[in-house]
């Protein structure tokens, strides 16, 4: 993992067409914006691993034990 501090105002470039800015800093909350590609899907964590776990439902008779 890789942490990068970053102040209101200033970016962070991702994979030469990704660019997270910190919009707004409140508190325990950030804002940012994302600027890329209109193909570059975006979910929130919370959403993403609900997208998953739907993706990994087993077929009938699959076993459940992790």
């Given at each position: 993992?890789l942490?990068?501090?970053?102040?209101?105002?200033?970016?962070?470039?991702?994979?030469d067409?990704?660019?997270?800015?910190?919009?707004?800093?409140r508190?325990d909350?950030v804002r940012?914006e994302?600027?890329?590609?209109?193909?570059?899907?975006i979910?929130?964590?919370?959403?993403y691993?609900?997208i998953?776990?739907?993706?990994?439902?087993?077929?009938?008779?699959?076993?459940?034990s992790?």
């Open positions: 993992m942490t990068i501090p970053r102040k209101k105002g200033e970016s962070v470039v991702i994979n067409n990704v660019i997270l800015t910190v919009l707004e800093i508190g909350k940012f994302i600027q890329c590609p209109r193909d570059c899907t979910h929130r964590n919370e959403d691993d609900a998953q776990g739907v993706a990994r439902l087993p077929s009938c008779g699959t076993d459940l992790p």
